[in-house]
């Protein structure tokens, strides 16, 4: 059975007040949670020690929206997986499209992050999606394709069992717009079909497939009601208690 996963994505919001103001409203309005259910939340470096503690033992878990291929070494303004598992963290973002379009990450790239990530215990949640244009000219599934593959190559079905994957198509991201259920169903099955064809129907089965781009609490229970759809990775609703906290009590428990 799939994990239902809804992760909120800060990007480059909230200081340390207003992570501990975010984070205590969460926690004191989090459903119960099965051992089935998770919800992830994703501040910026600055807030991930704070964020930490303040998280303890709850039904929260901790994230980083990046971190860097590299190990250690002089990178200045680099952080490596090692630091963000000595932080707390249990998952990282990698691969977001805003990574991808203004910091030119390749999907090269981001697959040897994923290896680094996953080489320190950190699960990762590899991103991938197309452009309106490669919409518009019929190239979503190719793109996808390719970015999966890309982002998956050399992965372990050991590694796999670790890793979330969440299509995000640009064009709904930040846009008030997003891809109608059938549409990111479609996309879902299909990414969900390239994981059979690598590692087969077990590893295909057991993958987590979230969706991200303008998820709101008024078009999440249709998004997530979709069979291969297991989530989202939540943007700027991630950062209001009452429009995150509903798309938490759509998302869990749906059956499948």
Known sequence: MRRTI???NWK????????????????????TLSANEGVIICPPFTSLPLAAD???SSALSLG???MSDKEDGAYTGEISGRMLRSVGCEYVILGHSERRQYFRETD???????????????????CVGETLQQREDGLTMDV????????LEGLSSSDMSRVVVAYEPVWAIGTGRNATPEQAQEVHRQIRGLVVQSYGEAVAENLSVLYGGSVKPDNVADLISQDDIDGSLVGGACLKKESFLSIIRSSIRQER
């Open 64 to 66: 980083a929206q990046n």
């Open 54 to 56: 303040l998280i303890g």
């Open 6 to 8: 809804v992760a909120g």
């Open 144 to 151: 996808v394709s390719t970015q999966v593959r890309g982002v």
């Open 108 to 126: 090269a790239l981001i697959n040897e992050k994923a290896k680094k990530a996953l080489a320190v215990g950190l699960a990762p949640i590899v």
């Open 12 to 31: 480059m919001n909230n200081d340390l007040n207003e992570t501990e103001t975010l984070i205590t409203e969460l926690l004191a309005g989090m459903p």
